[in-house]
């Protein structure tokens, strides 16, 4: 029997890191699950108002050893036809959700117990049995978000992909041959990633402009510094800067090695823009991937979930990839249904794996 539910101590890390790198099937020295990143993900004060803590809970058998674990990422769901005052409602997505296979019900506990922590929960993609589970427990499933990828050094991702795998030259050729089928229009408004090493009240301001036509989660400046102080790659922070200088959006970008090919994954972990104006979107996209590119990239990744992003993302030469299952849990309807949802990998723990 399961002894008892608690919040993650930090002196639980090194032994939460073996359990969720075995649960997983993960590598013992996996990013999501090193020590420093559970620290960093579930201890560590992201510096917001209203922060709940904790944000990670373990379970224990009677022996006292980890048998489920479940974390959370606090943040509220905004955006302009959204009811509740200051048009907030709390939310959370969980991550690094397991329960050991011997100890049924466990991760159903975990779920139960922290669905009492927000009146509103979603999930984006995720395991099949997690979304098994998640639509048995009252998540509704709504349209899903699309991933997109675009072919930074397509010799070098075509020799890497090849390392250690069964397809031949032929197929290889030809998966390339499909994603780079998009090529990138030329840019109309030029848009501008200037680095910075901090956010501050422009990404809010960008923020609230973008919810007047898209439901999105919060963007607080101390959200986004939060990102930028991730252990493991570098993120890198930019202002997105029109041609008079302005700031018309905000993108944080990270770069993730896969060890077993090589190749170099550029991330578009978060991009916001104030408007949906399709070409500062396709404008921004296409000076992102450039940003990641100069930074070792092979290959960048971006997600969409309105019309605008898609759009902009085919325009700024970016291939569509898969879908991802988005789930909603929401039993009090405070969330609208009547207009697109804007979700990055920030939505997942995608930003750093």
Known sequence: MTRDIRPLHSDDLDELSRFLTSGFGAAADADFAAPEVLR???LESTGESQEPAPRSYVARDESGAIVGHLGFCPTAFTGATIGAPGGRVPALHMIDWLGSPNRRGVGVSLMRKVNEIAPVQFGLGGSRAGRDVAERSGYDLLPP???YQRILRPVRWLRRAGVGSPRPAARLARDLA???RGRPTAPCAFIDAAPVA???AEAAEVAKSAAEDATLTERTPERLNHLLRFPR???SGFELLDPAGRTRGFAVLNRIP???TGIV???IVDCLLDAPEPDLWRDAFAELARV???QGADVAEAYSGTPWTAGALRAAGFAYRHPLDFHLRDPGRLIPRDRPFHFTPIEGDYAYT
Do not use: D, N, T
Request: aromatic share 12%; hydrophobic share 40%.
């Open 292 to 294: 990641l590119r100069r």
């Open 40 to 42: 960093w993900k579930y």
């Open 265 to 267: 994954v550029g991330k």
């Open 258 to 260: 896969q060890p077993k």
């Open 178 to 180: 499909g994603r780079l």
């Open 233 to 235: 790659q570098a993120m």
């Open 145 to 147: 978000i699309h991933a």
């Open 198 to 200: 901090s956010f501050g």
